[in-house]
């Protein structure tokens, strides 16, 4: 399995992660908008557990209660890094943090329903109000 690397701004926190994510897709929803600064968040999907933190664990910045659901940023510079959905059992990465280009890109967006007013999607995949399905 193919290896992929990603960091924060600063690097001081460093991570790799299998190239064998479920899917990747856009979160329009106002907790990624928040947690990014953006009008959303592109992520991907991968079962928790197959991401590794390479550097800077040790110092890292982290919102909610592991073992539930909870987001993880560098306790450094501050730059969102990834979260772990306890529901599911999957980890979201932030793709922007990635170093290295995955074979998957994102195909869909979700929450759309809740979309930043200001912000207009100009492309032509599939759309969904809250999540898939």
């Known amino acids: 399995m193919s290896m992929l690397t990603g960091s924060c701004l600063c690097g001081a926190t460093t991570y790799e992660?299998?190239?064998a994510f479920?899917?990747?897709?856009?979160?329009?929803?106002?907790?990624?908008?928040?947690?990014?600064?953006?009008a959303f968040k592109p992520m991907a999907s991968i079962k928790t557990g197959k991401l590794r933190l390479s550097?800077?664990?040790?110092?890292?910045?982290?919102?909610?209660?592991?073992?539930?659901?909870?987001?993880?940023?560098?306790?450094?510079c501050?730059?969102?890094?990834?979260s772990v959905i306890a529901e599911n059992g999957n980890t979201?990465?932030?793709?922007?943090?990635?170093?290295?280009?995955?074979?998957?890109?994102?195909?869909?967006?979700?929450f759309v329903g809740s979309k930043a007013p200001w912000y207009e999607i100009t492309d032509d995949l599939p759309r969904y109000d809250g999540l898939p399905g």
Request: proline share 6%; net charge negative.
């Open 17 to 19: 992660v299998e190239d």
């Open 22 to 38: 479920a899917a990747a897709f856009y979160c329009h929803c106002s907790r990624c908008r928040r947690a990014t600064g953006s």
């Open 55 to 76: 550097k800077g664990e040790d110092n890292l910045l982290i919102f909610g209660s592991p073992p539930d659901t909870h987001d993880i940023h560098c306790g450094s």
């Open 78 to 82: 501050g730059s969102f890094l990834y």
């Open 92 to 110: 979201h990465v932030a793709m922007g943090t990635l170093v290295d280009a995955p074979s998957l890109r994102p195909s869909f967006h979700m």
